[in-house]
């Protein structure tokens, strides 16, 4: 499957929309693996990254059978899902989940190239809500505005977040500093 | 390289790594883990809103007054604290601490009368923000207010474990940088314990532990700061354990 392809890019108009015509397997395919990527980025860990995502589709599931509407089912499940990804104790919970329902971690599982690793792990060293904003920006190739719909933040905020994040990775990856005009 | 040239080339690396995902058996494991998992909820549920029941029951009536003294029982068992927070909490006072608090503040005492150590739990609703020092509402982060405050130095974060629902808690050792002013520094507004220093940081006080407790998809609930400076290991060591046994009562 094509994620770059078939994941929503724009938040403000959702793709999908939850209806009695599109389901929430359609949701699932559609949001699955942008949401493992992103969860993969934040923790470190394609095994914690797939509970994670699953366990954000999941919120969704269940407040479909609770009978909520739920006005933009990509933002609901990727704001869920940064959140459970940045959370330290979720990614405790969740790596003992999937160690338990798996055994060991698997080995199969592809690896990252060291350059991409090298930038998901001082992703990772950011403050929380930076990691979140550096990984949706970048990994849904968003906008700030976007990005701050979905964690429900002002944009103002969220371009602070971005802005400090990208100078600090900058800084420690031995890169210049952003031009801020980048950034919209 | 420029940051945005290696963070797309990273994303990039993420999804290429993410193509062999199979889509079918994880909704099928997702949908699987809606039904069996699911059925202990209903029980934590109940079993936190029994604990609620008892504890708010048996501390009626004294918990609203301020700064009540609660001896240290027997058997350890959870006082309500932090009344005025977004949600009740409780915690268990360590053996040999007796505990005062009203619904903002905890003040933990050794039962032998030796001074003790007051404990703020509050919801910061505005600071005093760098640069101006202007009184503004707390951004929606309170970590990265104190981890980018230019006067403060940061380290430490940690998780606490929540009983049967999800919140995570971040303890962030705070500091002035030597070369903060040295008249102290106002961080906030604050209700304060009768009696008890103001809680300002200055170079003599410097080190206060905070705790930020959240809900999941909410704003922060409390912060709390110590205040003076605990440097006994048992003083800290109480702290911690009483720190350990918040619980936030699901509303």
């Known amino acids: ?184 | 390289m420029s940051i945005d040239t290696l963070a797309h080339q990273a994303s990039q690396g993420l999804k290429d790594a993410t193509r062999d995902l199979d889509l079918d058996d994880a909704l099928r494991t997702t949908l699987d883990r809606s039904g069996g998992r699911r059925r202990i909820v209903p029980a934590l549920v109940i079993a936190t809103a029994i604990l609620v029941l008892i504890v708010g029951w048996s501390l009626s009536g004294e918990l609203r007054r301020s700064a009540v003294p609660v001896p240290p029982a027997d058997a350890p068992s959870p006082v309500l604290v932090g009344q005025k927070l977004g949600a009740p909490m409780t915690a268990v006072a360590p053996d040999g601490w007796e505990v005062l608090r009203n619904g903002s503040y905890v003040e933990m005492r050794p039962a032998d009368g030796s001074p003790g150590v007051h404990l703020f739990m509050l919801v910061p609703r505005k600071v005093y923000d760098p640069p101006s020092y202007e009184l503004a509402p707390l951004r929606d982060d309170p970590i990265i207010w104190m981890t980018t405050h230019p006067d403060l130095t940061t380290n430490g974060q940690f998780g606490v474990d929540g009983p049967g629902f999800a919140w995570m808690g971040t303890k962030v050792d705070v500091s002035l940088k030597p070369n903060a002013d040295e008249g102290g520094l106002h961080l906030m507004p604050l209700s304060k314990a009768p009696g008890s220093p103001p809680l300002a940081m200055t170079a003599d006080d410097a080190m206060f532990r905070w705790i930020v407790i959240y809900f999941e998809d909410s704003d922060p609930l409390a912060i709390a700061a110590t205040s003076p400076t605990p440097d006994d290991p048992r003083v800290i060591e109480a702290i911690n354990e009483l720190l350990a046994s918040i619980q936030i009562q699901q509303q």
Not at chain 1, 42 to 71: F, M, V, W, Y
Not at chain 1, 108 to 127: G, I, K, N, Q, Y
């Open chain 1, 1 to 184: 499957m094509d994620v770059s392809d078939d994941a929503p890019r724009v938040v403000g108009e959702p793709v999908v929309r939850l209806s009695d015509v599109v389901s929430f397997a359609a949701v699932f395919r559609a949001e699955y693996p942008g949401l493992v990527a992103i969860a993969w980025g934040l923790t470190g860990s394609r095994e914690t990254a797939e509970d994670i995502a699953q366990e954000a589709l999941l919120g969704l599931h269940k407040q479909l059978k609770r009978g909520a509407g739920i006005e933009n089912p990509a933002a609901y499940v990727r704001r869920t899902c940064s959140n459970l990804a940045v959370s330290w104790v979720r990614r405790r919970m969740a790596e003992a989940r999937a160690l338990l329902r798996n055994g060991a971690p698997q080995g199969s599982a592809p690896a990252l190239e060291a350059s991409d690793e090298t930038f998901w792990s001082e992703v990772r060293r950011l403050p929380r809500r930076q990691a979140q904003v550096v990984a949706l920006f970048y990994g849904y190739d968003m906008s700030v505005a976007d990005v701050a719909a979905i964690l429900e933040i002002s944009t103002g905020t969220a371009k602070t977040h971005l802005h400090r994040g990208r100078h600090t990775l900058a800084a420690r990856l031995g890169l210049e500093p952003p031009e801020d005009e980048e950034v919209t």
